[in-house]
């Protein structure tokens, strides 16, 4: 990341503001012609008559409406002890989760903006106590901190000469309004969490935006290890050779066609050692996509170094959920390779054989994701597996359903898919479920093997999610295709155009709570 963000926040009635410039969400209503200003105490620079009427101007001339995510700096000309003021406009239905990401994701805009190297940012009573009976003070917390990371992050350029210097931003919380000793040590909790999630995602994007050039299976691989030995997690890399001797014919298969072999990915985290219960996560590790020989088109085949999302999405989890240390057991595995084509490459008409011993026919050589990683649910349930969750970016058919939107899920099992669809609320990743009709299913029987990895474009999403599914031994199981919300054209609330780090938070959030690290 080219700007980093770093917090300072202390629980106080008084931040020190001189020379900094001081940070005021701002509701509609406040600025009404009958409401009260500078309820945020003595600090608050909406207290100063004079810019309380200069805003209350814009607001009804209609330059500053306090809209969510709406900005305005105004220089306070020394009558405030801080130089400039930014109003955030909170808009009129804040109260949520995704409302106070947005509000930072804002708040860490504009302040990067103005090139601020110090800021305050005021935080009303009604949101560090918790908004309403939904949304606690730690998850108040959490959800402010993720957008403030979150919204301060840029994607890196390759640039000739010597690289910028990144630049820092201090920013300091006050909670105004009074905060117990209860209130304070919840806000702190969750702000740290928050703050850990938002480093994780933008850590996660940071690997999806690595060009194919450096980020091969084997590079893939060293970040893992790299992680492993940062969050204390056991580590395993299983090369090509080990890769033939284990029979994992779907991962050399997708991967034989390139100069740089597959890797399958292990990671171990073990929280409950006297428990048989293991989450098993399994990210698509697809470092480059040219489609094979079903060759993509060329409009948008640099897209395609974001074809290992899910891996991203699964270490970044990893990388929480080592540092945080649940009472949970995880499994992570990510089957990595790059798609090419070469003398070497596998054809249309080709038959593999699974690490279970299945067999498919394959008929689309584009249809790779769910080869890797139907060995990886095998490898993550000979691993003690007995919950599975696939992360993939999957296919454009999701794309044309949901869009950019959500992502689409599909599972076994009911109450799996439950508690992610709760996991995702709670971290404002939108999910939306897909029909696993045995029709769909059906479409996947082959005359040349037990299955064949693709059926057309009529259901499609769908019916290569149930192709993993086949892999899934009978164990509880969830697939998410995030094809269409890992990579977007345009920012949007906290995500930055590109890379997403999309379902990094939902999966630790999934493993937390498991855990009894439900924040609250």
């Given at each position: 990341?080219?700007?980093?963000?770093?917090?300072?926040?202390?629980?106080?009635?008084?931040?020190?503001?001189?020379?900094?410039?001081?940070?005021?969400?701002?509701?509609?209503?406040?600025?009404?012609?009958?409401?009260?200003?500078?309820?945020?105490?003595?600090?608050?620079?909406?207290?100063?008559?004079?810019?309380?009427?200069?805003?209350?101007?814009?607001?009804?001339?209609?330059?500053?409406?306090?809209?969510?995510?709406?900005?305005?700096?105004?220089?306070?000309?020394?009558?405030?002890?801080?130089?400039?003021?930014?109003?955030?406009?909170?808009?009129?239905?804040?109260?949520?989760?995704?409302?106070?990401?947005?509000?930072?994701?804002a708040a860490a805009r504009?302040?990067?903006?103005?090139?601020?190297?110090?800021?305050?940012?005021?935080?009303?009573?009604?949101?560090?106590?918790?908004?309403?009976?939904?949304?606690?003070?730690?998850?108040?917390?959490?959800?402010?901190?993720?957008?403030?990371?979150?919204?301060?992050?840029?994607?890196?350029?390759?640039?000739?000469?010597?690289?910028?210097?990144?630049?820092?931003?201090?920013?300091?919380?006050?909670?105004?309004?009074?905060?117990?000793?209860?209130?304070?040590?919840?806000?702190?909790?969750?702000?740290?969490?928050?703050?850990l999630a938002g480093e994780?995602?933008?850590?996660?994007?940071?690997?999806?935006?690595?060009?194919?050039?450096?980020?091969?299976?084997?590079?893939?691989?060293?970040?893992?290890?790299?992680?492993?030995?940062?969050?204390?997690?056991?580590?395993?890399?299983?090369?090509?050779?080990?890769?033939?001797?284990?029979?994992?014919?779907?991962?050399?298969?997708?991967?034989?066609?390139?100069?740089?072999?597959?890797?399958?990915?292990?990671?171990?985290?073990?929280?409950?050692?006297?428990?048989?219960?293991?989450?098993?996560?399994?990210?698509?590790?697809?470092?480059?996509?040219?489609?094979?020989?079903?060759?993509?088109?060329?409009?948008?085949?640099?897209?395609?170094?974001?074809?290992?999302?899910?891996?991203?999405?699964?270490?970044?989890?990893?990388?929480?959920?080592?540092?945080?240390?649940?009472?949970?057991?995880?499994?992570?595995?990510?089957?990595?390779?790059?798609?090419?084509?070469?003398?070497?490459?596998?054809?249309?008409?080709?038959?593999?054989?699974?690490?279970?011993?299945?067999?498919?026919?394959?008929?689309?050589?584009?249809?790779?994701?769910?080869?890797?990683?139907?060995?990886?649910?095998?490898?993550?349930?000979?691993?003690?597996?007995?919950?599975?969750?696939?992360?993939?970016?999957?296919?454009?058919?999701?794309?044309?359903?949901?869009?950019?939107?959500?992502?689409?899920?599909?599972?076994?099992?009911?109450?799996?898919?439950?508690?992610?669809?709760?996991?995702?609320?709670?971290?404002?990743?939108?999910?939306?479920?897909?029909?696993?009709?045995?029709?769909?299913?059906?479409?996947?029987?082959?005359?040349?093997?037990?299955?064949?990895?693709?059926?057309?474009?009529?259901?499609?999403?769908?019916?290569?999610?149930?192709?993993?599914?086949?892999?899934?031994?009978?164990?509880?199981?969830v697939h998410i295709d995030?094809?269409?919300?890992?990579?977007?054209?345009?920012?949007?609330?906290?995500?930055?155009?590109?890379?997403?780090?999309?379902?990094?938070?939902?999966?630790?959030?999934?493993?937390?709570?498991?855990?009894?690290?439900?924040?609250?």
């Amino acid at each position: 990341m080219n700007r980093t963000i770093t917090f300072s926040h202390k629980v106080s009635e008084a931040a020190e503001a001189a020379g900094a410039l001081i940070v005021r969400p701002v509701a509609p209503a406040e600025l009404q012609e009958d409401a009260a200003g500078g309820d945020l105490g003595a600090g608050d620079p909406l207290a100063v008559p004079a810019v309380r009427e200069a805003l209350r101007r814009s607001f009804r001339l209609g330059a500053f409406k306090a809209a969510a995510e709406q900005t305005l700096t105004m220089p306070l000309l020394g009558l405030h002890e801080a130089e400039a003021a930014v109003f955030v406009g909170l808009g009129e239905s804040f109260a949520t989760g995704d409302g106070l990401r947005r509000l930072g994701a804002a708040a860490a805009r504009e302040l990067k903006a103005q090139k601020a190297e110090r800021a305050v940012l005021l935080v009303p009573l009604q949101l560090h106590d918790g908004v309403g009976d939904s949304l606690g003070t730690a998850q108040a917390a959490a959800a402010l901190a993720e957008g403030l990371t979150l919204g301060g992050y840029e994607r890196a350029k390759s640039r000739s000469g010597e690289p910028p210097a990144a630049s820092e931003l201090q920013i300091e919380l006050q909670l105004c309004g009074g905060a117990d000793e209860g209130r304070a040590a919840a806000w702190n909790e969750g702000f740290a969490r928050g703050q850990l999630a938002g480093e994780a995602v933008a850590w996660a994007r940071d690997l999806v935006h690595l060009p194919g050039s450096e980020l091969t299976p084997e590079a893939l691989a060293e970040e893992a290890e790299r992680l492993a030995d940062e969050a204390e997690l056991d580590v395993e890399i299983i090369d090509e050779w080990t890769a033939g001797e284990l029979g994992m014919g779907g991962l050399l298969g997708v991967g034989k066609g390139s100069v740089h072999p597959p890797r399958m990915i292990v990671l171990h985290y073990e929280g409950d050692p006297d428990s048989v219960e293991k989450w098993g996560l399994i990210g698509k590790g697809i470092t480059f996509d040219t489609g094979g020989y079903s060759l993509k088109r060329a409009p948008g085949m640099e897209d395609m170094i974001g074809d290992m999302g899910g891996a991203a999405a699964v270490l970044g989890a990893m990388r929480i959920i080592g540092k945080l240390k649940p009472k949970a057991n995880v499994v992570a595995v990510i089957p990595s390779a790059e798609n090419m084509i070469s003398d070497r490459a596998f054809k249309p008409g080709d038959v593999l054989t699974m690490m279970n011993g299945m067999t498919v026919e394959i008929v689309n050589t584009d249809a790779e994701g769910r080869l890797v990683l139907a060995d990886g649910m095998t490898t993550a349930i000979r691993r003690g597996a007995t919950k599975l969750v696939d992360v993939a970016t999957l296919t454009g058919a999701v794309v044309s359903v949901l869009g950019d939107t959500a992502s689409g899920i599909l599972g076994n099992d009911e109450t799996l898919s439950r508690e992610l669809e709760e996991a995702a609320i709670r971290s404002g990743e939108r999910v939306w479920p897909l029909p696993a009709y045995a029709e769909f299913r059906r479409k996947l029987d082959s005359a040349a093997a037990d299955l064949k990895n693709g059926a057309g474009r009529e259901g499609a999403a769908s019916i290569a999610g149930l192709f993993i599914g086949a892999f899934a031994e009978d164990k509880p199981w969830v697939h998410i295709d995030i094809a269409g919300t890992s990579w977007i054209s345009r920012p949007r609330g906290w995500e930055s155009k590109g890379a997403t780090g999309v379902m990094t938070r939902t999966l630790a959030e999934l493993v937390l709570r498991d855990g009894g690290m439900e924040l609250r």
